[in-house]
């Protein structure tokens, strides 16, 4: 079983950044497909940014060119540095592991940990 924290949350201004952590346990492993998702109130779930073990990228239109996404498999930890954040970009944010794909769709993620809050005023 993997279990995954995130950290790094917080209350931001329009334009300010933030750095987001995951770290993983339990049977965690550099192999797992990894993602940032949130879910913003009344909203489903949306995928952010995801990862694979060889850095390669995938992120939603409306993060790109502002949300970096990184792991360091040395340390188990997955990053997503924000920065020029928006007020829509309030939500929980939550980190997942999927051993099957590396995809935006939330479905075929196993693994979640419990969020992060990300609030951005104007």
């Known amino acids: 079983q993997v279990q995954l924290v995130e950290s790094g949350g917080g209350s931001v201004q329009a334009g300010g950044s933030l750095r987001l952590s995951c770290e993983g346990s339990?049977?965690?492993?550099?192999?797992?497909?990894m993602g940032w998702f949130r879910q913003a109130p009344g909203k489903e779930r949306e995928g952010v940014a995801v990862?694979?073990?060889?850095?390669?990228?995938t992120y939603a239109d409306s993060v790109k060119g502002r949300f970096t996404v990184s792991r360091d498999n040395s340390k188990n930890t997955l990053y997503l540095q924000m920065h020029s954040l928006k007020p829509e970009d309030t939500a929980m944010y939550y980190c997942?592991?999927?051993?099957?794909?590396?995809?935006?769709?939330?479905?075929?993620?196993?693994?979640w940990g419990q969020g992060t809050q990300v609030t951005v005023s104007s």
């Open positions: 997942a592991a999927s051993y099957s794909k590396m995809t935006l769709d939330r479905y075929p993620y196993s693994a």
């Open positions: 339990g049977n965690f492993y550099s192999g797992l497909f």
């Open positions: 990862i694979d073990r060889a850095g390669t990228t």
